[in-house]
């Protein structure tokens, strides 16, 4: 037979549905009804990854979520998959996987030379390799590591699939559809609620559905299959199978994950998402999410064919697999019984014997063993393993009474795999996720839910009740959201059902072996042993968050469910506490890796993130127009004619505005409309300046400051109306100072009568500057005296522009004669083009942002966010002049009596002109009183050596005394130019500072920020 | 993620709310009149409870309107939301500013 290691009947699959799949290109078969893992057992593939560190050979060590080794790539191209567990992916006709972390091939891996450079490799290796030059990190250290490390590889091309989001209520949530959570749905589809119900497995069951048990006096198989039934038949209960739990949040809310089609399936017709997020909301919460069982710290255990005892029952039973012909069974309780007999009779496999650490079994089970032929090794353990891809046979001895030593000879006994069970731990992520506390469980031996969370309820094996009537009896309490019956952990019921045996830790390890002992390991995922724990508390690292670091174990795409308690046990003993009190380590969401396209959902590509267009959008995109991102909004950055680059587009640009007329669209500047019989009032407070003194017509400019005085943004407020004003913010702050103006009317001043709102996207603004816009806006505009003696600086008059009524406003960002034309938005395009007909012969040319910015900084105007952070006065930015002291209060005034605000060594705005007249600084670069070149200043100095590092006579770091803010070639000034903000910075006009760069330090001499037409004679055109 | 009821449009999403600040901090009628240690208190220094904790939440998705949670810095529980300008107490047994 091609699976030489399937049985001829049995199991949970279709066998009239043969699948084709390949693994490392080779051709294998399978069933409807496997999963991946299933299928490489049943072909004999023992051999399926390398380990991450040391690139040991390793096999399938489990046969679910927990699963460390078997991490696969499936499908190619545009469907490739990384990463995804064997165990967890369904079989499909023509899957294609493959092996990770392999170079040249699996079988051959050139990697596995790590095994015999373990001495160089232990635990802490990425601390201590941080510590060492940084010339062995950058050349040699790094790119072995990122080349010998890590998983698969990330796809290179977009991801073909489709994913969405669903969001869902219900009365009761339950996690897990095994005994307890089916019980939970029952009861609760009876009492009429509403039932959500999830689980891993494409089969509700759980251990239900490989386990042997009796309900209600019938095999518990038939219970499983009438609850099934039933639940299906409800209709206010929602089955989701396949669906992994990854988070548990505040007041009911879980995140699910639901696979919907395989990895690297192509998706026929319409398809339909690969992956679907489910948000539900339930009134109560019923965790049912089982136990982990635990594997056995003994050397190479990690050897291909070395399997959890549990998973090898599950592949016997579900999948008719049997993973080995000889197996050999290594317990510390009574559950891997179940396993053994279940081989034994299927007649398949001769069980090698069963190897109990225990000194007095549970004397049923070895009646039962006696009666099938299973010899069973009391107090013995497995002290090592032969064979380096296959187990091929075990090294057994006998265990001294107190557990802490072996004796007598060591027997080999032939098999060719080991069932390993170390006893069971509470899958109890999700109830640590909303802040329920773990405790130490003497009598269980396990890691149990204690405080209960309101609202979640814990039913079977997640609450270490692991008989199987107790276990439903919880489930039942949990869905009626009564109390648990009263009962200790471990239940009523004997037999195969309790892991409540002492455990063995680490199997202790012959006199004469330990100093060249084998790697017994506890993290497979992250190849840390036994040996790597016991280093890191002899090294300092013994709370359980630095060992974990330390030596990597819990991290991985497994996150420690297999090997995290071992571990913590083992530093426990290493440290000399108590496993309770050396605690466990943080459980956090994802409970499993999430696919980044399942977060994502719909939202990619066009529907990542809203985009904000001007009414405009389409004249600039159809001139040419290169746009800026600022906010969602898509901005002209500057309109490149053929053949130019940035630098001459925008100097062009700029030329336009100083000597003739530009366009800009300002329209996404923020608009909002203040109204009301106290709005003037209202904005005396939110201003520094005084605008309730503003005249009907006139614009005023103003910034707008927190509590703490600084500012945090401008514009300028319009008076239309003695009830009426209009605000305009940045483009980035409109809705940040709508927030903040309805903050301070609904909590601070409700009696105020006075409305806020925005017109941002209602209004368009088209700004039209330069010597010559006088004389455009005069042959296209109606009913406007445009005179400089009657429409004055800083006026509002309302008029026709090219037909259409509109506010001009006489505002200059540009230091040149111009006007802001603000309209309604639908009206903006025939306006716009009109102007640009009317000024061709003026040399009306449109601009960008960067030229707008380039104009403004000639100026010395600042831009919020640019020239400010947060921690800017209105006077350190020169801007003292807008704040109205004389009023008696408004917001960050009394900040301007405190010492921090009138400190005389306060960054202050101040203009840079670099001595090399054709560099143009970069934007953050920093500002210092001595000419250090950065080449000069070692990179890195151990700490521990104290004392201050000299260059030149200078200690090094040098103060810094600022930094560039705004940085500019100007066409204008023929000269490089930048803003900053400088210590003392108005008190050092005339002064030289130094800006070190990467290759040279520039000389800049202070000026004052206005460098362009500073007698502001350009204004009235 | 916390579900809110928002004392204008009842239970939603926390994403649909913006978290404000501590709530019930009155700007003080007459700043002039503050000492700097007063006036910092005011602008710089909130409570930090561990416990129950009054806060002041928007519902920006939603009504736009500004309302008070009482939430449990600890579980993340609230008991109760409110209208500004009122201050119910707590229920009977909880602590006002969050000692436990």
Redesign the interface.
């Known amino acids: 037979m091609s699976e030489p290691f399937r049985l001829p009947d049995g199991g949970r699959i279709d066998r009239s549905r043969r699948l084709a799949f390949t693994f490392d290109g080779r051709g294998y078969s399978g069933f409807a009804g496997d999963t991946l893992a299933s299928a490489l057992l049943a072909n004999g593939v023992r051999l399926v990854a390398r380990s991450m560190k040391y690139h040991r050979p390793r096999g399938i060590m489990t046969a679910g979520v927990e699963e460390p080794n078997a991490l696969l790539t499936i499908g190619d191209g545009e469907l490739a998959t990384p990463n995804m567990k064997a165990t967890e992916v369904a079989l499909y006709d023509g899957l294609a996987a493959r092996s990770q972390n392999v170079w040249p091939t699996l079988a051959y891996d050139a990697g596995a030379v790590n095994q015999w450079l373990a001495p160089l490799l232990p635990a802490g290796f990425y601390y201590k390799t941080f510590m060492a030059s940084q010339g062995f990190w950058q050349h040699l250290a790094e790119p072995f590591i990122r080349r010998a490390a890590g998983f698969g590889q990330a796809p290179g091309r977009a991801d073909a699939d489709s994913y969405d989001h669903r969001h869902v209520h219900a009365d009761v949530a339950i996690v897990g559809g095994g005994p307890a959570g089916l019980a939970a749905a029952l009861v609760a589809a009876r009492a009429g609620l509403r039932v959500v119900l999830a689980d891993m497995g494409s089969g509700l069951g759980g251990s239900l559905l490989y386990r042997d048990g009796e309900i209600d006096g019938r095999p518990a198989r038939q219970w499983l299959e009438a609850a099934c039934q039933e639940l299906e038949a409800s209709p206010a209960v929602r089955l989701l199978r396949r669906t992994v739990v990854t988070g548990h949040?505040?007041?009911?809310?879980l995140v699910a994950v639901e696979r919907r089609r395989e990895p690297g399936l192509r998706a026929s017709g319409r398809g339909g998402p690969a992956e679907r997020v489910w948000h539900v909301?339930a009134s109560r919460v019923v965790l049912a999410t089982g136990a982990h069982e635990r594997p056995l710290v003994f050397p190479d255990n990690d050897r291909p064919g070395v399997m959890l005892a549990g998973a090898a029952l599950s592949y016997l039973r579900q999948h008719a697999v049997a993973v080995g012909r000889a197996p050999l069974v290594f317990t510390q309780n009574d559950t891997a019984y179940e396993t053994a007999f279940a081989l034994a009779r299927s007649g398949w496999s001769r069980v090698a014997a069963i190897v109990d650490t225990r000194t007095e079994p549970t004397p049923h089970l070895l009646a039962e063993a006696e009666g099938l032929g299973i010899r069973v090794e009391r107090a013995a353990v497995v002290v090592g393993v032969k064979g380096r891809a296959g187990v091929q046979s075990a090294e057994i001895m006998t265990l001294a009474p107190d557990g802490g030593a072996v004796r007598g000879e060591a027997r080999a006994v032939d098999c060719d795999s080991i069932l390993v069970s170390g006893g069971w731990s509470p899958a109890a992520h999700l109830f640590a996720h909303v802040?329920g506390k773990l405790v130490w469980d003497e009598a269980a031996h396990c890691f149990r839910p204690e405080r209960p969370?309101?609202g979640v309820a814990l039913a079977g094996a997640v609450n270490a009740t692991f008989a199987l009537a107790d276990v439903l009896a919880e489930g039942r309490a949990a869905g009626a959201g009564t109390n648990a019956p009263a009962g200790a952990p471990g239940g009523a019921q004997g037999g195969a059902s309790g892991p409540s045996a002492a455990p063995l830790w680490q199997v202790p390890l012959p006199r004469s072996r330990t100093k060249k002992a084998r790697k017994a390991f506890v993290d497979l995922q992250n190849d840390t042993t036994a040996g790597d724990i016991q280093l890191a508390a002899r090294e300092g690292y013994a709370a359980v968050e630095h060992m974990k670091r330390y030596t990597l174990t819990g991290f991985g795409t497994d996150q420690g469910k297999l090997g995290n308690v071992n571990g913590l046990a083992i530093l426990a003993a290493a440290t000399g506490r108590s496993i309770g009190a050396t605690g466990h380590t943080t459980f956090r969401p994802p409970y499993v890796p999430v696919s980044f396209g399942a977060l994502a959902g719909v939202e990619r590509g066009d529907l990542l993130d809203p985009v904000r267009r001007t009414p405009l959008h389409a004249w600039h995109r159809a001139h040419g127009a290169v746009f800026e991102d600022v906010g969602q909004w898509k901005r002209p950055w500057y309109y490149p004619k053929s053949g130019e680059d940035m630098h001459a587009a925008v100097a062009r640009e700029c030329a336009a505005v100083r000597t003739a007329v530009g366009l800009l669209d300002a329209s996404t500047l923020g608009k909002i409309d203040v109204r009301g019989p106290d709005a003037g009032r209202f904005l005396d407070m939110i201003y520094t300046g005084r605008m309730s003194n503003l005249g009907v017509g006139r614009v005023r400019y103003g910034v707008m400051c927190k509590?703490?005085g600084m500012v945090f943004d401008d514009g300028t407020v319009t008076r239309l109306a003695e009830d009426r004003f209009l605000v305009t913010t940045t483009t980035g702050g409109a809705a940040r100072v709508l927030?903040w103006l309805?903050?301070y009317l609904?909590?601070?001043w409700?009696s105020l009568r006075v409305y806020a709102n925005s017109l941002t996207e209602q209004l368009a603004t088209i700004a039209v500057a330069g010597p010559k816009s006088r004389e455009l806006l005069a042959r296209v505009s109606r009913g406007v005296d445009l005179a400089a003696e009657t429409f004055g600086f800083m006026t509002c008059r309302e008029g026709e522009v090219a037909g259409v009524g509109a506010r001009l406003m006489r505002i200059s960002f540009s230091g040149e004669l111009g006007f802001e034309i603000v309209l309604p938005a639908g009206s903006a395009m025939a306006v716009w083009e009109a102007l640009m007909t009317a000024g061709k012969d003026l040399g009306i040319t449109p601009y960008g942002t960067e030229a707008m910015h380039l104009l403004r900084a000639e100026k010395g105007y600042i831009i919020v966010g640019q020239e400010t952070d947060g921690t800017q006065t209105p006077f350190d930015l020169g801007l003292g002049w807008l704040v109205a002291m004389a009023k008696?209060?408004f917001i960050g005034?009394?900040?301007y009596?405190?010492?921090d605000t009138r400190r005389e060594d306060r960054k202050q705005l101040v203009g840079l002109l670099p001595d090399d007249a054709t560099l143009v600084l970069p934007e953050g670069a920093q500002l210092v009183e001595t000419p250090v070149k950065l080449a000069d200043v070692p990179r890195f100095r151990p700490p521990d050596t104290g004392g201050p590092i000299y260059v030149d006579g200078e200690p090094v770091p040098v103060p810094m005394l600022g930094h560039v803010t705004s940085s500019y070639a100007s066409a204008a000034l023929g000269r490089s130019f930048a803003l900053a903000l400088v210590k003392g910075g108005r008190q050092r006009h005339g002064q030289t500072l130094y800006a070190p760069l990467e290759t040279r330090t520039v000389a800049c001499r202070i000026v004052d920020p206005v460098l362009y037409d500073p007698e502001g004679k350009r204004r009235d055109g | 993620m916390l579900l809110i009821r928002c004392p204008h449009c009842g239970p939603r999403p926390e994403t649909d709310f913006r978290y404000g600040h501590e709530a019930h901090i009155a700007r003080p009628e007459a700043p002039d009149q503050l000492d700097d240690a007063a006036w910092a208190d005011f602008v710089f220094l909130r409570s930090n409870p561990r416990g129950w904790h009054r806060e002041r939440w928007m519902h920006a998705a939603g009504c736009r309107r500004w309302f008070n949670v009482v939430r449990s810095t600890v579980t993340h529980e609230i008991i109760m939301t409110y209208r500004p300008g009122e201050r119910p107490a707590l229920p009977d047994g909880l602590d006002e500013g969050g000692k436990r």
């Open positions: 949040y505040d007041q009911g809310y909301r802040g969370v309101t509590e703490d927030d309805e903050e609904q909590t601070e409700p008696p209060d005034k009394r900040s009596a405190r010492d």
